[in-house]
């Protein structure tokens, strides 16, 4: 349609290179109420006569992404074109007035973004509502923390699905914060230096429900940074999910044998019959790096760019579907996945021994109790800790003659240990209930964050649906104008 003007024919393979008309399906319906927007502005501002854009209305009003050319250049045209198959050239030949692809596609992208923000951010809660729950349920549930992947120390499991929730936390602030920019209309800024014609600019981000207006015309039809941001924050929301993925794939295994997957999120071998795999956390793990391997292509494209607009733009958009696209599923999943985690507690004991995880506060109950200082209190539970594996022993093990044999021998102190001291130091439990500092996993600490956690979510999940209502209330808005165009045109 673009060509008989500047240009003469162009080849169909070249068409083919250079069209986005498969990656525009998701931006049809943003480009549909940009153009009838733009129209109504248009006739608002006296630039278009009210009849002329009423017939323009009344063809957009009845389009949808399944009736446009499939065969157009891109979306964009393929507007165009059934305007024009309908109203004729002299009257659809101006819905393009003071209106540009450049800004078009711009507003297009953000519009279909912001919605695709607000769907993650929809499930980010969702998964914190998930992970509150399950925690309910394993307060008092004692698991075994690994640093090196070895047995450091216990906490609870609904200490470990607090953590996943709090740094779901900043992936939804990272997110939120990344709306605000995205949320802001370039409309208006032309092929990129907005247009002699009057425009109202304010009055087309208000009809599509964006905040307000990204005023320099070149900033608006140029820049992708808003894409990079929020690809950046998908990015580390991947990156959490995968580390989650992987600590369960490891937990999973009969060498930790911390949790069980419940069958329907495994998968067994065509040959091994006795495999439960965790092939589904696996995926999860492997679309973290589709997710940045899509943010390192879409940022190498941005950085070598001159102002203004270029078609390498076009290649950009497609990475920030693939990461919102594998971000969506894989936090599907683990929303499904997270209550029906089995957790393995049966020889916990047995491991804590093995794994010398009271250590520590073996240590801290020297310099507590017998005014040993730490460091030197380190060297000598580390010395009982060599000594008892040597003679293939635990801490439950542990003597008040053995440590002060010990104490002697690394330490050059006499050191007299009751019994019930190490004791109270390899109880679990009683161990889990010392560690009521803020932010630790004594029951007391989990239930109060637990109730922190709730309100938060509950927040965050009420601010989400209020972005929504908004964007909503903006369509509902360019609807009814557009209905009262139609009524004016009969």
């Not at 070895?150 to 990272?174: C, K, N, S």
């Not at 304010?202 to 905040?211: D, H, I, P, V």
């Not at 998908?234 to 937990?251: G, H, K, T, Y």
């Not at 109950?365 to 008892?388: C, D, E, P, Q």
Request: aromatic residues 4%; contains cysteine; proline residues 3%.
């Amino acid at each position: 349609m673009l060509h008989g003007g500047r240009l003469g024919d162009v080849r169909a393979d070249i068409v083919r290179f250079t069209s986005s008309r498969k990656s525009d399906a998701r931006l049809a319906d943003a480009v549909l109420a940009i153009n009838k927007a733009h129209v109504i502005m248009l006739i608002e501002q006296e630039i278009l006569k009210a009849q002329d854009g009423t017939k323009i209305l009344s063809v957009l009003k009845k389009q949808t992404g399944l009736l446009l050319d499939p065969a157009a250049e891109d979306i964009h045209m393929a507007v165009e074109e059934a305007v024009l198959s309908e109203t004729g050239s002299e009257v659809g030949g101006n819905l393009h007035i003071a209106k540009s692809r450049n800004d078009q596609t711009a507003t297009a992208i953000r519009m279909a973004l912001r919605a695709e923000i607000l769907t993650v951010l929809g499930q980010i809660t969702d998964i914190q509502q998930v992970l509150l729950e399950t925690a309910k349920q394993h307060v008092q549930t004692i698991i075994l923390q690994y640093t090196h992947l070895q047995a450091a120390q216990p906490v609870t499991f609904a200490h470990y699905l607090l953590m996943h929730a709090d740094i779901l936390g900043r992936d939804f602030e990272r997110l939120v914060s990344a709306y605000e920019r995205v949320n802001l209309c370039p409309l208006g800024g032309g092929a990129l230096a907005t247009s002699s014609f009057p425009i109202n600019r304010q009055r087309t981000a208000e009809l599509l429900g964006f905040n307000g207006v990204l005023e320099n015309s070149l900033d608006a039809v140029g820049s992708r940074d808003f894409i990079i941001e929020t690809q950046a924050a998908l990015v580390l929301l991947a990156v959490n999910l995968s580390r989650f993925a992987e600590d369960l794939i490891v937990w999973s295994s009969a060498e930790f044998g911390t949790i069980e997957l419940p069958d329907e999120f495994t998968s067994t071998s065509s040959i091994m019959p006795q495999k439960k795999n965790p092939e589904v956390l696996e995926v999860i793990r492997a679309h973290a790096s589709y997710a940045l391997g899509d943010f390192v292509a879409a940022t190498a494209t941005l950085k070598s760019l001159p102002t203004t607009y270029n078609l390498d733009f076009q290649e950009m958009t497609p990475k920030l579907w693939a990461v919102t696209d594998n971000l969506m599923a894989s936090l599907s999943v683990v929303e499904a996945l997270v209550p029906n985690i089995k957790v393995k507690t049966d020889d916990i004991e047995t491991k804590a021994a093995s794994g010398f995880v009271a250590a520590t506060e073996v240590a801290n109950m020297l310099v507590s109790k017998y005014n040993v200082a730490f460091r030197t209190s380190h060297k000598i539970v580390g010395a009982l800790v060599k000594a008892l594996i040597e003679q293939n022993k635990t801490l439950n093990d542990a003597t008040p003659e053995l440590l002060s044999e010990i104490a002697l021998s690394v330490a050059k102190i006499k050191l007299t240990v009751k019994s019930s001291d190490i004791v109270a130091c390899t109880n679990l439990h009683n161990l889990i209930e010392t560690y009521k500092v803020q932010g630790g996993p004594s029951p007391a600490e989990v239930k109060r964050a637990l109730n922190a956690r709730i309100k938060i979510t509950t927040e965050n999940k009420n601010a989400v649906e209020k972005l929504k209502d908004a964007l909503t209330a903006a369509t509902n808005t360019l609807n009814s104008a557009v209905k009262n165009y139609s009524i004016y045109s009969q």
